[in-house]
C-alpha cells in the first residue's frame, strides 16, 4: 500500500513516456484513480497511432541507401535525424501541457526535486556536443551568442508540464543544472529556493520556462547573470 501511494503522476509521466504499451501495475492503479493521468496516457497513445501511421507511408526507393551514403561521406551528420526526432518529441511534450499546475507551485522546489530524482546526471555523460546543445537551444526559443560552458548530459524527460530538456553544464562559475521546460507557468523570475544541497531559481524563457539549479547561492546567481547575458530568449 505504501509503494502505491508514493507512486506520483511524475513518476507516471516518466514510466508511460518510457515504454508506453507496457504499464507496472503500480502505473494501471494510479492510471485509473488519476483523471489528468489518464488524459495523458490517451493523447500519448493516440500521438503513437499518429506517427504509426506516419512511418507507415512506403519510402521511395533508394532513399535509405542515399542517407547512408550522405553519413558515410560527412554530407549530413548523424545528429541532424536524432535532432528531428528529438524536435518531434518535444513538440509532442507540449502538446501534453492540457492540464496546467496550480498557482501555488513552487517551481525552484521541482526543479531541484528532479535533479534529485535523477543522481545519475551528474556523473554520466549524454549527447555532449555543442552544436546539440545549440540546436535544442534554439529549437526551445533561446539564441545563444556566447558559450556558456562545456555540456556534460543532455536527455528529454518527462516534467510536470510535458516533456523538457535535463542539461548539465560545466560552466566558469561551477557546474550547474539547466533544465528548459514547457509550459507558461512562470512569468518572472522566482525567488531561490535552498534544499538538500541545492540551490534553484526558475526564470520566464522561450516556449516557457528555464530552472537553474547549483550547489551554492553565489554559484547560482553568477551563472544565472551570465545565461542572461548570453542567451536571449523568444517569447
Known amino acids: 500500500m505504501s509503494d502505491t ?7 507516471f509521466r516518466r514510466e508511460k513516456l518510457a515504454d508506453p ?6 502505473a494501471r492503479l494510479h492510471m485509473h484513480d488519476c483523471p489528468m493521468c489518464r488524459a495523458f496516457a490517451r493523447r500519448l497513445d493516440a500521438s503513437d497511432a499518429q506517427i504509426e501511421q506516419v512511418l507507415a507511408v512506403p519510402v521511395p526507393d533508394g532513399l535509405a541507401d542515399r542517407v547512408l551514403l550522405n553519413v558515410h561521406h560527412g554530407k549530413r551528420r548523424p545528429w541532424s535525424l ?13 502538446g501534453f501541457q492540457q492540464w496546467q499546475p496550480r498557482a501555488e507551485v513552487d517551481y525552484a522546489r521541482l526543479a531541484i526535486e528532479h535533479v534529485l530524482h535523477e543522481p545519475e546526471s551528474l556523473t554520466d555523460h549524454r549527447l555532449a556536443d555543442p552544436s546539440q546543445f545549440r540546436f535544442v537551444l534554439a529549437n526551445f526559443g533561446g539564441q545563444m551568442h556566447r558559450s556558456v560552458g562545456k555540456v556534460r548530459y543532455m536527455k528529454l524527460c518527462p516534467v510536470p508540464e510535458g516533456t523538457g530538456w535535463h542539461i ?3 560552466t566558469e562559475h ?8 514547457p509550459g507558461k507557468g512562470v512569468n518572472a523570475p522566482t525567488g531561490t529556493l535552498q534544499m538538500k544541497g541545492y540551490v ?12 537553474i539549479i547549483t550547489e551554492s547561492p553565489q554559484a547560482l546567481d553568477a551563472i544565472s547573470g551570465m545565461l542572461s547575458e548570453r542567451v536571449s530568449w523568444r517569447t
Open 21 to 26: 504499451r507496457r504499464l507496472s501495475p503500480a
Open 168 to 170: 548539465v553544464l560545466d
Open 174 to 181: 561551477g557546474p550547474a543544472t539547466l533544465l528548459l521546460i
Open 5 to 11: 501511494l508514493s507512486y506520483t503522476c511524475l513518476d
Open 200 to 211: 534553484a531559481r526558475a526564470l520566464p524563457g522561450g516556449q516557457g520556462y528555464y530552472a
Open 82 to 94: 536524432m535532432a528531428l526526432a528529438a524536435t518531434v518529441v518535444l513538440s509532442l511534450g507540449i
